[in-house]
């Protein structure tokens, strides 16, 4: 069966699912967007999903023409009208047609999108083996500028290092902040663990506050470990003893190499494990 694409109130076969190319979406990449997923038919962190969407649209100044509840509701009817149970939602929304001048205001309709898919994940021998990453030169975008924190359909700070990254033969990016400090990755948050205490950047790092992040921090407050939200550099990467990234399609991935220096043991460590264990069970509950 083919799938179906939510386009502004309405579903659509994938092929017949269209907007303008006049979209400021497609023209500037001016909009914002969600990455979800649902585990055996249930949205994971729905609400928290579609208030980092409110958000973002507030932060460009875009008006999403429905309710967080209606977009909730319409998120889960997209998910059931696919009949997908294990599955990544995508939603966007772009500021809508407009003229080729730069001003929102020509732009009457935000376009409201959502797409189910079936979840691509790194390969299952990375989860247990571990992934290998760099230190990208290109740095996250300064705060000041399009703030990370922003979801925006601007993401080519993003793709820039992932091209560093799959030119280096890795599969991910650290990027620094325009203070030299660690931000996040290309679309992950990162963690590292030293004497069992797990430390990761603060949002004012300039990252993107991960729904994944936040439940790692969550679960480790929960089983009493020490958590520091705190600005590391890439000195405190490398004499970690246990390093991972966080995100919706990832989960909880470890990191055994930084810039071909082996972390820790060289292998995924004890709390990496422990932290991503308990993940895997809250996703199905
Ligand atoms: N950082 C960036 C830049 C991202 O795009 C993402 C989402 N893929 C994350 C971190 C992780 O966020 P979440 O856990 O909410 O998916």
Known sequence: MESKVYVNGQLHDRADAKISVFDHGLLYGD???EGIRSYEGKVFRLEAHVRRLYDSALG???AIPMTPEDMAKAIVGTLEANHLKDCYIRVVVTRGEGTLGLDPNRCANPNVIIITDKISLYPPELYENGLDIITAATMR???NAVNPRLKSLNYLNNILAKI?????GTLEAVMLNHLGYVAECTGDNLFIVRDACLFTPPT???ILEGITRNEILDIARGRGIQVREENLTRQDLY???ECFLTGTAAEVVPVVRIDKRPIGTGKPGPITKQLAEEFHRRTRA
């Open 141 to 143: 975008n300064h705060p």
């Open 60 to 62: 460009i100044r875009l």
């Open 204 to 206: 004012a790092a300039g």
């Open 164 to 168: 560093e990254a799959i030119d280096a």
């Open 31 to 33: 909009g914002v967007f």
């Open 239 to 241: 004499v970690a003893d």
